[in-house]
């Protein structure tokens, strides 16, 4: 491309964008992205509490159900925060999900095995996988309720934002574990409990990196059937 | 940008053809050849359309710009590299010198110096020097801290310092210097 080539490249995009130009709201501020993150997990933990009960909350000791809870809190806050900061090209100095993540997985591990103790429950991998699949579809309403926020997303990174968004679902399905579940050993808690936030992460992740790849996929093959029927092939 | 998003067809001629330019020479500096970076250039404005709605009126423009621009580089990194993976060379390529994108007339000395920067330093003395923005701009646009802009924009004053002296020029890279118009 020689350098009097330049307006000729302008001229087609600008025809491009002008042949598409439509009115177009601005996205909603941050402080408004993360209350409504926090809404939909506000909700979802309610009603898990509702569902299941608080037995868990009545089996733990004041100092246990503060701590935990608090620090679940400040991971939703945290969460919602970095879900919402991905959702734009620009940011202030915005950390990594997977840095926030091990941030949060860490501090709740600590916190966990500080305030809680060993038991050796019968049935562990049982109840444990019974807890898991309890907490699995709260984790998942909270990630499809977010996707009403997430689809104005610009998702240039999806894969951070797919990790932020499991994450958060994650932490939300943690919530209503905690508040549940009366199994107060270290081991079922971290496995289980903390379990279920890194599976959501994990599963956010995984469809970050291939749901966009299968759009894109999906696009040109539609796009190449078009084609094949609006110019058969000649025999 | 605002009247953009209002679907206004003059300001969005005029804001193409007044980003168009600094947009074309960021991606001239990283790209190998000019149609790749006509293509790139093509693909930011498609995806800064498609995305128009996530700018926030009243917030510096330029950051947001060259953030999506960004994201079109690295992807297109990513999928050549992709692509080059499943291929398989038949013949001996002549290596190539340097990257033809700087055999251009008009980029000169400071392009010849640019290139021989790391990625990520190139990037930041492209934002500073050739799009004129200021060092919180280019944070916001790189995700990172103005910190770490500062250290890397000093590190590459060093080198494009180290390299003007190997070449034996006479005139000195000044880290406040405006470089544009040596383009």
Known sequence: MKSDELPVVQERITRQILANLRPVSPLRRTGVLVATLLLIGAAIVATGAWRQGTAGIRAESGLQSIVVLSLLAIALLAGAMLTAGWMVPVARYSPSPAAVLTAIVLSLLISIVLLFRHASAPNFLDRGIICWRIGLPYSSSAALLSVLILRRAAWLSPVALGTATGMSAGLTAMTVQEIYCPILSIEHIAAFHLGTVLSSALIGTILGLTVPHGLQQMKRIMKTKASGIQNPPRR | MTLYQQADAVATTALIATVGPAL????????????????????????????????????????????????????????????????????????????????????????????????????????????????????????????????????????????????????TVQPGRNFRDEI
């Open chain 2, 24 to 171: 074309l020479r960021y991606f001239l500096y990283h790209c190998r050849d000019r149609e790749e970076a006509a293509d790139f250039l093509q693909e930011t404005w498609l995806r800064i359309h498609r995305v128009r709605h996530t700018y926030r009126p009243g917030e510096s423009v330029l950051p947001w710009i060259y953030a999506i621009a960004r994201h079109v580089r690295v992807d297109g990194y990513r999928k050549k590299r992709r692509l080059e993976s499943h291929e398989h060379l038949m013949d001996i390529v002549p290596e190539s010198a340097c990257l033809p994108a700087l055999a251009h007339p008009g980029l000169t000395d400071f392009a010849t110096l640019v290139a021989e920067l790391p990625s990520a330093q190139r990037e930041i003395i492209t934002m500073l020097k050739v799009s004129g923005m200021s060092l919180e701009e280019v944070a916001q646009a790189t995700r990172s801290s103005v910190g770490s802009v500062k250290q890397k924009a000093h590190r590459a004053y060093e080198k494009l310092r180290a390299l003007k002296a190997k070449s034996g020029s006479q005139r």
